[in-house]
C-alpha cells in the first residue's frame, strides 16, 4: 500500500507540474485574466457533468472494488448513466451560456462560452475512465491517466496558439483535446484490463439494469453529495471571488490556492489507493488499519506545510512574475489550513470503503456552512485575503470532525452501532 501511494502522490505532483506550466503559459499569454478564465472552464464543465450523472464517478470505484463486477449488465448500465448524463449537461450548459458569460466571463462572446460546453462531455468521459481503472485496480493505468490529465493540456494548447487562435478560444480548444486524447487511452486501458477485445462490444453496451441502475445512484448521490461539497469547499471562494473581483485577482488567487494544495496531495492518494481496498476488507481489519494511518499523516503534512509555506514568495515569483506577488499571502493562510489533509483523507477512505458515503457528506456539509458564511462575509471586504482565510476555516474544521469521526467509529463498540443510527449500509 505504501507503494501504491507513494506512486500515486508522484503522478499528482506530475499532474500539478503539468498545471504548473500550463498556468504559467497561460499567464503569459494572456496575464491574471486568462488564468481567471482557465481555472474556471477546468471546475464548472466538470462540475455540470458529474451532477448529471448522479455521482457515478464515485460510484464506480466501489461498484467495481466490491464483488459485483462479473453482473451482467454491470457495464450496459453503467454506460448508459455516463451516457445520458454526459448529453444532459451539454444540453443545460449551452442553455445556460448566456447566465455563464454574464457571471464569469463578461468580456467574452457568450457563442464562445456555448462551444465551451463540449468539455462537459470530454471531462466526464475522463473522470469515468479514471475512476473505472482506480475500481479495478489498475494502479499503473490510474497513475498514468491522473498525470497525463493535466500534462496533456500544455501541448493541446499550443497547438491552437501556433495557428494563430489566442484567447479563451484557445484555452477551450486545448481543453477539449486534451480530455479526447487521455479520455481514450484511459478507456483502452479500461478494455484491455476487462478483456473486453475478447468478449465483443456487447459488454460494452446492452440493455442497462434497472434496479442495478437505483443501487448506484443511490451510493452516486449519497457519495456526491460530500463531493459537490468538498469541490464547493475548495472552489466556492474561486466562484465568488471571480463574480466580485474579476478575473485577474482571480487569476493570482487561482495560482494561490493550487500552490497549498500541494500538501493536499497524500491525503488525496491514500483516499484514492485506499478506498477500494477497505471495501474488500471486513470491518474490523478495515479499522485497524485506518486507525494506524492517522498518526503519520497527520506529522508528515504538518512537517512538509513548513517549507512551503517559506517558498511561496520565492516559487511566486519565479513562476509567475512580479504581477503576481499579491498572491504570496493567501498562499502562506492556505497552506495553514492543509495541515489536516492526510489525515481526513484517510477518514474519507475509510467512510466510503465501509459503504457509507453519505456519513462523508454530512461532515463535508457542516464545513460548506462555513465556507459559505465566511466568504459572503468576508470577500466582499478582503478580496483574496477573505476568500483565504475563508477556506482555511473550513478546511480544518471539516478535516477535524473527519478525523473525530474515523476514530468513533472505527472503536470496536461503535462502528456497528453508528451504521444502524445512520441508517447506511453497502447498497
Same mark, same amino acid.
Given at each position: 500500500m505504501i507503494r501504491s501511494v507513494l506512486s500515486n502522490t508522484s503522478a499528482r505532483l506530475l499532474a500539478i507540474l503539468g498545471l504548473t506550466l500550463a498556468t504559467v503559459l497561460v499567464a503569459r499569454t494572456g496575464g491574471p485574466s486568462a488564468v481567471g478564465e482557465y481555472a474556471l472552464l477546468r471546475m464548472l464543465p466538470g462540475l455540470v457533468g458529474v451532477l448529471c450523472v448522479l455521482g457515478l464517478p464515485g460510484a464506480l470505484a466501489y461498484f467495481l472494488a466490491v464483488p459485483r463486477r462479473d453482473l451482467p449488465r454491470l457495464w450496459p448500465t453503467l454506460m448508459a448513466i455516463g451516457a445520458a448524463g454526459a448529453v444532459v449537461g451539454t444540453a443545460l450548459w449551452v442553455v445556460a451560456a448566456p447566465l455563464l458569460a454574464k457571471v464569469f466571463f463578461p468580456h467574452e462572446a457568450p457563442w464562445l462560452i456555448a462551444a465551451a460546453g463540449a468539455t462537459v462531455a470530454t471531462q466526464l468521459a475522463l473522470t469515468l475512465g479514471k475512476t473505472a481503472l482506480q475500481g479495478l485496480e489498475d494502479r499503473r493505468g490510474g497513475?498514468?491517466?491522473i498525470a497525463a490529465e493535466e500534462l496533456a493540456f500544455l501541448p493541446c494548447f499550443v497547438l491552437p496558439l501556433l495557428v494563430g487562435v489566442h484567447g479563451i478560444a484557445a484555452i477551450i480548444l486545448g481543453l477539449g483535446l486534451a480530455d479526447v486524447v487521455v479520455a481514450v487511452d484511459a478507456w483502452r486501458r479500461v478494455g484491455?484490463?476487462?478483456g473486453w477485445r475478447r468478449l465483443g462490444? @456487447?459488454?460494452w453496451w446492452g440493455?442497462?439494469?434497472?434496479?442495478? @441502475?437505483?443501487?448506484v445512484a443511490s451510493y452516486g448521490l449519497r457519495g456526491q453529495v460530500g463531493g459537490l461539497i468538498t469541490l464547493l469547499n475548495l472552489r466556492l471562494d474561486v466562484a465568488i471571488l471571480g463574480a466580485i473581483a474579476g478575473p485577474a485577482v482571480l487569476g493570482g488567487y487561482a495560482v494561490a490556492s493550487k500552490y497549498a494544495e500541494? /500538501?493536499?496531495l497524500p491525503g488525496t492518494a491514500l483516499t484514492w489507493v485506499f478506498y477500494p481496498r477497505l471495501a474488500k476488507l471486513d470491518e474490523q481489519r478495515a479499522a485497524e488499519l485506518a486507525r494506524r494511518l492517522i498518526r503519520p499523516t497527520l506529522a508528515g503534512v504538518a512537517a512538509a506545510a513548513i517549507p512551503v509555506a517559506i517558498l511561496a514568495g520565492p516559487v511566486m515569483r519565479l513562476l509567475y512574475g512580479a504581477s503576481f506577488a499579491p498572491a504570496v499571502t493567501p498562499a502562506r493562510i492556505l497552506v495553514a489550513g492543509m495541515i489536516l489533509a492526510g489525515a481526513s483523507g484517510v477518514a474519507s477512505a475509510y467512510l466510503y470503503g465501509r459503504g457509507t458515503p453519505g456519513l462523508n457528506s454530512i461532515v463535508l456539509g457542516a464545513g460548506l456552512v462555513v465556507t459559505v458564511v465566511l466568504d459572503v462575509t468576508l470577500i466582499p471586504r478582503h478580496g483574496a485575503l477573505g476568500a483565504a482565510v475563508a477556506s482555511t476555516a473550513a478546511y480544518l474544521s471539516t478535516d477535524a470532525l /473527519?478525523?473525530?469521526l474515523l476514530l468513533r467509529l472505527s472503536a470496536p463498540r461503535a462502528r456497528r452501532r453508528a451504521t444502524l443510527v445512520i441508517?447506511?449500509?453497502t447498497p
Open positions: 497513475d498514468v491517466v484491455r484490463r476487462l462490444v @456487447a459488454c440493455r442497462p439494469d434497472k434496479d442495478f @441502475a437505483r443501487q500541494l /500538501l493536499r /473527519l478525523i473525530v441508517g447506511e449500509g
